[in-house]
Nanobody
Framework: QLQLVESGGGLVQAGGSLRLSCKVS????????IGWFRQHPGQEREGVSC????????IYADSVKGRFTNSRDNAKNTAYLQMNTLRPEDTAVYYC????????????????????WGQGTQVTVSS
């Protein structure tokens, strides 16, 4: 059974840090792009970052560039989103998702194609 489970969310003050983890099971992580998405209350889900299957390429939304770092450990079947200098506007439910790929060096933040999704983890940043 293919499964993604996020963890690491919580409540943090503005300027603080959190690290989200995305543990996958039921498939080999090294054949998948991992995307991170978030959904603010009352808004549509948006792309935050993606990382290629090899880990060699990452893309970030402008709103998080320079503050968030996307990484992965294929041997542990786990991806991570390190979030620093958090702002109240980062408050959202964060999701990881997996996109099957034959290319080790590409990724994208379009929801189309991401076949597998985690349940989401809440991140709340207080001012």
């Amino acid at each position: 059974q293919l499964q993604l489970v996020e963890s690491g969310g919580g409540l943090v003050q503005a300027g603080g840090s959190l690290r989200l983890s995305c543990k996958v099971s039921g498939f080999r992580l090294d054949s998948y792009v991992i995307g991170w998405f978030r959904q603010h209350p009352g808004q549509e889900r948006e792309g935050v970052s993606c990382i290629s299957s090899s880990g060699g390429r990452t893309i970030y939304a402008d709103s998080v560039k320079g503050r968030f770092t996307n990484s992965r450990d294929n041997a542990k079947n786990t991806a991570y989103l390190q979030m620093n200098t958090l702002r109240p506007e980062d408050t959202a439910v964060y999701y990881c998702a997996a996109l099957p790929t034959l290319s080790p060096t590409t990724c994208n933040m379009y929801e189309t194609g991401y076949d597998y999704w985690g349940q989401g983890t809440q991140v709340t940043v207080s001012s």
